[in-house]
């Protein structure tokens, strides 16, 4: 069925670390993915997406990677600052428009 | 907020009682979408609208209505709240080059 799940629910580091956020998705068809950030109290913002005929892109900071193989995708921040602490989503495109979101895991930075 | 308005932000109602959440948008963007997020469950789609009038289910449509008479505005009715319908509602828009979706700051709706 439609699900896009997360490896760990939660995750710590240190300020300055980088982070890994990792994510499964279950439609091998989708041709379209897209990283959200959820601060408290506010709507999913979008960080950078990837297109299935892509294993990475780059934004700034942020690296999108996505094995098809096994149908992974992952979102590395680097050198993590306070604020990019929040929930962070991936997403699934089914057909045209409809994204299938994951359960979302809370990335906690240590000072 | 990518030009993305939604009211009310905070709303307590009580059973039975019908509710109507707006969502306006700036962007002129063809497509728009109402979610509803809660703990456990994550994001999912309620209805969208692909254009004026044009207005299709998603997953939990059940006890929802949608109208779209204007391009910049999207309306999500409770014909008949219930409590089951507490939750963070959220709405979308797309219509860029990957229609990647934007969302809007968030209406909080409680149901007593």
């Known amino acids: 069925g439609e699900s896009v799940g997360l490896h760990l629910p939660t995750l710590s580091v240190q300020e300055g670390d980088n982070s890994i956020i990792n994510c499964a998705y279950s439609?091998?068809?989708?041709?379209?993915f897209i990283w959200y950030k959820q601060e408290s109290g506010k709507g999913p913002q979008f960080i950078i997406d990837?297109?299935?005929?892509?294993d990475k892109r780059q934004g700034q900071r942020v690296t999108v990677l996505l094995n098809k193989t096994v149908k992974h995708l992952s979102l590395q921040i680097a050198a993590t600052q306070p604020g990019d602490s929040a929930v962070y989503f991936c997403a699934e495109k089914w057909g045209a428009q409809k994204l299938v979101f994951g359960q979302g895991t809370r990335l906690t930075i240590n000072p | 907020d990518a030009g993305i308005t939604q009211s009310p932000r905070h709303k307590v109602t009580e059973t039975g009682t019908p509710v109507t959440l707006r969502c306006h948008q700036t962007e002129n963007h063809r497509y728009m979408y109402w979610y509803r997020q809660d703990p456990g469950h994550g994001l999912r789609l309620i209805h969208y609208s692909y254009g004026v009038k044009d207005t299709d289910k998603g997953e939990v449509s059940d006890g929802y209505s949608v109208s779209r008479s204007k391009t910049e505005d999207f309306l999500l009715t409770l014909e008949s709240a219930t409590s089951s319908q507490t939750s963070v509602y959220f709405c979308?828009?797309?219509?860029?080059?990957?229609?990647?979706?934007?969302f809007g700051p968030g209406t909080r709706l409680t149901v007593l």
């Open positions: 979308a828009i797309s219509g860029g080059p990957n229609n990647e979706q934007f």
């Open positions: 439609n091998s068809a989708s041709d379209y």
């Open positions: 990837i297109r299935s005929n892509m």
